[in-house]
């Protein structure tokens, strides 16, 4: 549930199940000059599980449209961007849940070098259903983060890229057992074994506060992300990728403490 673009789910205890995902991600430009680009998106995401789990198969569907733009001043290029996105989601081919989505960012890139990013997003959330008491149970409502991180950027070395990032969201669901505060770091860095051989490594920590969850103990919640991916590029804008993740959800409510480990490959075309 977790992997759902419209939950709010931090934790979704099951069996262990082998799972085949299939994505695609189109980005059209369809106007552009020297310093705007605007044009439509779409983000569509299928799962399918073993049998026991076929219920959760999923389908996701996210529509929408971009602008950006590039300003040079002196040696400083600034990059707004604004993106709106529209998610339809459903499990085993019914309804879960709908978002709408603003995304805003402000780039600045101070050298080839040195690149850092504002970002501020808004979402409004719809789930179909809102369990048995809305008051206590349900996802829906609004959500705000807003954040800043860094890149590292070294074109000609080994180690490629770093990233450190931090941001704060709030989100207000009319469900009290989903409102919370919270505030998270991550990380990520690229290492370049040999030509076409990748190493990008993740890791994260965050916070949450469940400031009106009416039961006890608190379920308010650290969350551990670490994750890698080693990709081999080919020809054409082909590559194939191991990649492995573990989220720890660390709360003192036996209900919400819980962890979940992925691996697989993940083959992907780029045109």
Not at 5 to 20: I, K, L, N, Y
Not at 35 to 43: K, N
């Amino acid at each position: 549930v977790s992997m759902l673009p419209s939950s709010r789910e931090a934790v979704f205890v099951s069996p262990a199940s082998a799972q085949g995902t299939a994505s695609i991600s189109a980005r059209y430009i369809a106007w552009t000059n020297d310093t705007y680009r605007v044009g439509p998106t779409l983000d569509v995401d299928y799962t399918l599980n073993e049998g026991n789990q076929d219920n959760f198969n999923l389908q996701s569907y996210r529509g929408g449209a971009f602008a950006d733009a590039v300003y040079e001043f002196d040696d400083i290029k600034i990059k707004p961007r604004v993106a709106y996105t529209f998610t339809h989601d459903l499990f085993g081919g019914n309804t879960f849940g709908r978002r709408h989505t603003l995304a805003s960012s402000v780039g600045f890139v101070w050298s080839p070098r040195h690149i850092t990013t504002a970002y501020w997003s808004i979402d409004s959330n719809n789930i179909k259903n809102s369990k048995p008491d809305p008051f206590l149970t349900s996802q829906d409502g609004t959500s705000n983060t807003l954040g800043v991180l860094h890149d590292f950027v070294f074109p000609n070395e080994k180690f490629r890229t770093f990233r450190l990032g931090a941001d704060v969201t709030h989100a207000d669901t009319v469900g009290s057992n989903y409102r919370f505060n919270g505030v998270s770091l991550y990380s990520q860095s690229v290492y370049v074994i040999v030509p076409k051989l990748h190493l990008t490594s993740k890791a994260g920590w965050a916070y949450r506060d469940y400031y009106d969850f009416t039961g006890s103990p608190s379920r308010n919640t650290n969350i551990f992300r670490t994750g890698a991916e080693l990709r081999k590029y080919f020809d054409n804008g082909l590559s194939l990728a191991g990649v492995t993740q573990y989220n720890a959800f660390v709360t003192r409510n036996k209900n919400y403490h819980s962890d979940r480990f992925l691996i697989g490959l993940v083959g992907t075309w780029e045109y």
